[in-house]
Each structure stands twice: as structure tokens, then as C-alpha cells.
């Protein structure tokens, strides 16, 4: 079973700490057990206090604007980390944490997903990974960067990676992990199977066996962030 959930502003809800979220898949639209909740996250002026998860590990991928991003050490000490369009987060559960933006002209956006599993990755990953540090694989579609590796997420079983469509080229495949998705960060796709006109801010959820094929048929390349999660080894 495959779904499709697209970004729109009427669905930004206001949360408790001051920011809006746009909710795109749930465990509930999805019945998905891993990939428990996706979203845009915007914060406009705003600190959103250290705070911890006990039940999931939490992933951003910086969308618009620049930020700051607070992760706690395993020796107590506190490290704060600018962050930026391209840029990903990955918080292990247990790990104090907390983002802000403090431009009064540039909102924060970013793709929030939750990963929820028995187990514990480990803490003492570093948690960030700047767009630039990532290396740039060539590919018949166009490029792949892997932005989340066991070395970056401190577990086996998640693995993120951005995608580069070139114009006139074709990203299909089969998803061998058992929860995946690919989500529009610019330009615009169709979806052939399902069919679909897949424009920013689009997710494609999908299942293990599920087939795709993501076409770009337009004059400019289109990114997609793809995130995949398998049965934990924790």
C-alpha cells in the first residue's frame, strides 16, 4: 500500500512551544510502526527549550532559513550547532536537545520524522551532518548523497539519503526496506506508479515491496529526500 500527503499552508497547526506543524503522514494515515509521525516544522523567531523523547529518535532535514541546534554530550556538556538549508539532524531517543531561530526576517523550515523502535542508538554520534560534508555520488537518475549512514545515526536500521533527478530521467525501483518514503524538496516529479504529480513538499509513503518509478519530465533537476527504516537489531 502506497499514500501520498502533500504540504499545504491551511494545515499548519500551532503547538504548545510556539511553533506550527503541517502533520503529513501519521501511524494513523499510514498505519506505519516505524515511521511513527512526518512533518513540517516552521519556527518563526523562536526557541523551542531542551526538551527529550523516551520512545523515538527524531530526524530534521533543514528545509528554508538557518538555525541553531542545542545537543546534549554523553559527559553532560552542551555543544550548539548552526544549522542550514540541506543540512540533517539526527536525535537518538533519551538525548536532551533543542533548535531555535533567532532571525526576525527568515522563518525555519524543516521535515521532522519520528522513528520509533525497542532499543537505544547510540548517543554518542555526533548528530548533525552539514550539506556540504556530504560526498556526491554519480548516478544513471542524476546523484545520490547519503546524509544518514550507521556511522551518522548511530543505528543499522535507518538510512537517508538525497536524491538528485536530472531532467528527462527516471528514479524506479522496489522498496526492499519495510517503511520508506521520498519527500519533494524542490522541483516537481509525476509519479508513475502510483500516478501522481509529485510537487514540493510531496511525501510518497511506501512499504517493503512496493514498486516506484518518479519521472521528471520538467526543464530543472528535482531533490528528494528518501528515508528508509528496517525491523530493529538495537
Partial sequence: MQYLFSQAEDRFQLREWGGYLCFLATADSTAARKFGVTAIVRM??????????????????????????????PDGTDTVYDIAPGDTVYLTKNRWHGTSNFSDSEQLDMLLINYFYDGQSNPAIRGVVPADSVPCEQAVFGSREWVLTPERCGTENVRGEV?????????????EAAEMFFFVISGEAVSAVPEARLAAGTQLFLFRGDEYRIENRGE??????????DDAQN
Fill in 220 to 229: 530543472q533537476a528535482v531533490r528528494l529526500f528518501c528515508l528508509s527504516a
Fill in 44 to 73: 518563526d523567531q523562536l526557541i523551542h527549550d531542551p526538551h527529550v523523547h523516551d520512545d523515538s529518535d527524531e530526524i530534521f532535514y533543514v528545509l528554508r532559513g538557518h538555525g541553531k541546534q542545542l545537543l546534549r554530550n
Fill in 163 to 175: 536524491l538528485t533527478i536530472l531532467p528527462g530521467k527516471t528514479l524506479a525501483g522496489k522498496a
